[in-house]
Nanobody, 122 residues
Framework: VQLQASGGGLVQAGGSLRLSCATS????????MGWFRQAPGKEREFVSA????????SVADSVKGRFTISRDNGKSTVDLQMNSLKPEDTAVYYC????????????????WGQGTQVTVSS
């Protein structure tokens, strides 16, 4: 599975961005997908995850109520809608895939995209 994240950019605090992760391979619908982020000098942290069906999601407390994950198995994509962005959301965002169930630990994910930079100015 190959992953390609896009949609990052520079936005003012309070603004919105929509990240998208395009995948290759015919087995996308069997994978749970996750978004993680890594700020400079910090460890990679979990943001959100979605199961293979799109019916079950999980989200980090730090972004709850502001970020929404979704997927389109027909298009083999997973999106992260980010609203009410804050400067502390500034990071490189990565999409990742794992074959079984959602997970919040990066070690559970087998495949990773290259990351897309999100910068939120105050």
């Amino acid at each position: 599975v190959q992953l390609q994240a896009s949609g990052g950019g520079l936005v003012q605090a309070g603004g919105s961005l929509r990240l998208s992760c395009a995948t290759s391979g015919r087995t996308f619908s069997s994978y749970a997908m996750g978004w993680f982020r890594q700020a400079p000098g910090k460890e990679r942290e979990f943001v959100s995850a979605i199961d293979w069906s799109g019916q079950r999601t999980s989200v980090a407390d730090s972004v709850k109520g502001r970020f929404t994950i979704s997927r389109d198995n027909g298009k083999s994509t997973v999106d992260l809608q980010m609203n009410s962005l804050k400067p502390e959301d500034t990071a490189v965002y990565y999409c990742a895939a794992k074959p079984v169930g959602r997970g919040s630990r990066s070690s559970e994910y087998d495949y990773w995209g290259q990351g897309t930079q999100v910068t939120v100015s105050s």
